[in-house]
């Protein structure tokens, strides 16, 4: 490998981490797609969520409003009511969650594996 190359691909991972450090986990971009649907309350995207639960929901909203891919807006009451909206930066991940939609399938077809059935 020249000095080129191992500088392209030391850029390459870089980039990578950084990205996967932000989008880490199951649940971020599967969120996010719920977001993209329209607004939500928290118990809304709880179950437009299956198999999260209440804690880790909670932690991943505070980490994608942390890295500015969604607001959270706090009503007054009674009874205080918690809206989280995507913002248009969530729309950025629109083409890596469509990628990463088609690799799955096809990998599902190449393991010969059905999708999961909607909880």
């Known amino acids: 490998?020249?000095?080129?190359?191992?500088?392209?691909?030391?850029l390459t991972m870089q980039a990578l981490r950084h990205a996967l450090l932000v989008v880490q986990g199951k649940w971020k971009l599967?969120?996010?797609?719920?977001?993209n649907a329209g607004t939500r309350h928290f118990r809304g995207l709880e179950r437009s969520?299956?198999?999260?639960?209440?804690?880790?929901?909670?932690k991943e909203l505070k980490e994608l409003e942390a890295h500015q891919f969604i607001s959270?807006?706090?009503?007054?009451g009674p009874p205080v009511l918690v809206e989280y909206q995507a913002?248009?930066?969530a729309r950025t991940l629109d083409p890596v969650i469509e990628v990463l939609k088609e690799w799955g399938l096809q990998h599902q077809q190449r393991l010969h594996v059905r999708a999961p059935a909607p909880e």
């Not at 969520?49 to 909670?58: D, Q, R, W, Y």
């Open 30 to 35: 599967q969120i996010i797609v719920a977001l």
């Open 49 to 58: 969520v299956p198999g999260i639960s209440t804690k880790v929901l909670a």
């Open 1 to 10: 490998m020249t000095t080129s190359e191992t500088s392209a691909c030391i």
């Open 72 to 76: 959270r807006t706090v009503h007054p």
């Open 87 to 89: 913002l248009p930066y």
